[in-house]
């Protein structure tokens, strides 16, 4: 018989760096678990994610065990490390802060195609493209479905 569900905690932590402090402490703490236990097995299993941002979804069940999973790292903070920026625009619609090209947000859609509500991965670097937009980004270059949809959307 299935383990049944008391709730998700879902959190964004460095890969390779989770500890006790704060968010990480609290957030588990507060649903009784075992807060060091997370943190050895969720460093252990994003090593090779050192430093970057990586969200992740735990699953806490009656028992007070817990199982976790890893996604993959928010657009936001990949469209930043693609354009070399610290941060996006106070202002999107008005100060640009960088600019990205079709082959960088496609390579982003195919890495996070699996956490996207899309079935294509023109739709993907659609929503990819969108994000980047909302942050101040400039999108060179002509879309790779062709420059009669460019024109569709402007």
Do not use: H
């Not at 957030?27 to 090593?47: D, H, P, S, V, Y």
């Not at 929503?127 to 980004?137: K, Q, V």
Request: with cysteine; charged share 25%.
């Amino acid at each position: 018989m299935a383990k049944e569900i008391e709730g998700f905690v879902k959190l964004q932590v460095k890969g390779g760096q989770a500890n006790p402090s704060p968010p990480v402490g609290p957030a588990l703490g507060a649903k009784g678990l075992n807060i060091m236990e997370f943190c050895k097995r969720f460093n252990a299993r994003t090593q090779e994610k050192q430093g970057q941002v990586v969200p992740v979804v735990i699953t806490v069940y009656k028992d007070k065990s817990f199982d976790f999973v890893i996604k993959t790292s928010p657009a936001a903070v990949q469209l930043m490390e693609a354009a070399k920026i610290k941060k996006g625009s106070p202002e999107s619609n008005r100060t640009k802060v960088g600019s990205v090209s079709w082959d960088q947000i496609k390579v982003i859609a195919e890495d996070k195609m699996s956490d996207l509500n899309a079935f294509t991965i023109e739709s993907a670097m659609k929503m990819i493209a969108g994000t980047g937009r909302s942050m101040g980004l400039t999108v060179s270059g002509t879309p790779p479905w062709g420059a009669e949809a460019e024109v569709e959307e402007a």
